[in-house]
């Protein structure tokens, strides 16, 4: 594995996938061919912690309520379903907040801020305060302010207000592509509007002139009612394949997000809980559940919603080794 030293707290890496893999086109994406690509990425993913437990299997989310006192919730796969709500998960949400359980949104969306995430929650009929919201973007804001990297920085993906992190000259690429040669690294928020000349005009930069690059969401797809959405991730492992540095991950399952939500639940609920007492809850082995593990927190897979819906659960967990604490269909 080459090195290329930029500063001191990043270094550049190269990563070569198996030669027999193949990364799947767009066109055949499906939940196994995602969790392939996500398998072919752990090398360079947190490491999962077996801790010999036995699995607890449930109907509903609500069923399980008594094991916590806070609850860290994904967003695609457990709220929502692109624009449809999960069906029931108000009502549990609510017997949560009944039983004193702290609760925090906490999702790799990356394009926008926490405040429109909170808007389009609320649109679903869903009530969050904005600080019951963490974002992989959050997590990217924070890490750069306090791991500043050479500047400008140019920003990719942004659909918000302006990305701006304090002394750091922040630079829209979209706006002008043509100063890609010109800033110093990079932060990928998301790629609702990317398509294949913003990926061949950055994997071009990159291989040219290696710099370090950000990406706020790991995450391959994300589940909508009938389809997935294909996510940062999915493009990254195509410049990683083809001789770019690998990124630095701020979302889940690493762990800069997961430090940002532990301070969050302490704030929200004014008391320390105990790590074994808080529950991830998601739909993505490698993302959710493997983040949770890693951390050193209790982890819930919901089903039906989400990544695996329609699949063989069972298969997905002896494939990966990813074994969730708690497993259930919905809420």
């Known amino acids: 594995m080459d090195n290329y030293l930029v500063k001191p707290e990043f270094i550049l890496e190269k990563f070569q996938f198996k030669e027999s893999f193949k990364i799947p086109s767009i066109k055949d994406i499906n939940a196994e061919s995602v ?32 094991n916590f006192d806070a609850l860290l919730l994904d967003a695609f796969g457990v709220l929502n379903s692109g624009s449809a709500l999960v069906p029931g998960i108000i009502a549990t949400l609510d017997k949560a907040r009944e039983k004193g359980i702290t609760l925090l949104v906490v999702t790799n969306g990356a394009s926008n801020n926490s405040f429109i995430k909170r808007d389009q929650l609320s649109a679903l009929g869903l009530e969050f305060s904005q600080d019951e919201i963490i974002s992989s973007r959050e997590a990217a804001e924070i890490f750069l302010t306090y791991n500043k990297p050479n500047g400008p920085l140019g920003v990719m993906g942004n659909m918000g ?44 930069s990159l291989k040219n002139n290696p710099r370090p690059l950000f990406v706020a969401n790991p995450d391959i797809v994300a589940p909508h009612k009938s389809n997935f959405s294909i996510e940062p ?92 604490d708690f497993i259930i269909e919905g809420p």
């Not at 304090?166 to 040669?181: A, G």
Request: charged share 20%.
């Open 35 to 66: 969790v392939d690509l996500y398998e072919n990425m752990r090398p360079f993913f947190p490491y999962f912690q077996d801790n010999s437990q036995t699995t607890i299997a449930a109907p509903k989310l609500e069923d399980i309520l008594d």
């Open 161 to 204: 207000n302006d990305f701006i992190i304090p002394d750091l000259d922040c630079v829209e690429l979209e706006q002008d592509f043509s100063i890609f040669e010109e800033v110093n690294s990079f932060v990928l928020l998301g790629t609702i509007q990317w398509d294949t000349v913003w990926q061949d005009i950055l994997c071009d």
């Open 233 to 324: 991730a999915y493009f990254v492992s195509h410049l990683i394949s083809n001789g770019v540095n690998l990124p630095f991950w701020l979302g889940k399952p690493f762990p800069t997000i997961y430090e940002l939500a532990m301070n969050r639940i302490t704030e929200l609920s004014g008391r320390h809980i105990p790590l074994s007492r808080i529950g991830m809850v998601g739909d993505t082995l490698h993302t959710d559940i493997l983040g949770a593990n890693s951390f050193g927190i209790k982890s819930v897979l919901m089903t039906k919603h989400g990544l695996f819906r329609d699949e063989n659960v069972a298969k997905m967990i002896k494939k990966t080794g990813i074994i969730p």
